[in-house]
Nanobody
Framework: QVQLVESGGGLVQAGGSLRLSCAASGQTPSTYSMGWFRQAPGKEREYVASITWTGTTYPAESVKGRFTVSRDNDKKTLYLQMNSLKPEDTAVYYC??????????????????WGQGTQVTVSS
């Protein structure tokens, strides 16, 4: 069973940066793609970015040019580098993983494993 644990959230001023990490434990399949989602109070869970098991990245339009997703397979860790943060980026950020291939990584329903979330708050 795969477990995912996020860390790195916190409070930052607008324009600042944060780096989120997501450590995976357990047996992760070789075709394990991972993604980041976020959910603000009163809003639906929103796709942020994903990275396939081959290393291809897919950032959402809302974060393109500001956020970078990456992974270290040796450490079984997913990262989200967030720069130029805006108050509207405030949300709980979740990492997720899936061993499915040929599916949309932008859809939360395609992920089998989820972390517990980490709060990111951006003050204006």
């Amino acid at each position: 069973q795969v477990q995912l644990v996020e860390s790195g959230g916190g409070l930052v001023q607008a324009g600042g940066s944060l780096r989120l990490s997501c450590a995976a434990s357990g047996q992760t399949p070789s075709t394990y793609s991972m993604g980041w989602f976020r959910q603000a109070p009163g809003k639906e869970r929103e796709y942020v970015a994903s990275i396939t098991w081959t290393g291809t990245t897919y950032p959402a339009e809302s974060v393109k040019g500001r956020f970078t997703v990456s992974r270290d397979n040796d450490k079984k860790t997913l990262y989200l580098q967030m720069n130029s943060l805006k108050p509207e980026d405030t949300a709980v950020y979740y990492c997720a993983g899936t061993d499915l291939t040929g599916i949309s990584l932008g859809s939360a329903k395609n992920y089998q494993h989820w972390g517990q979330g980490t709060q990111v708050t951006v003050s204006s």
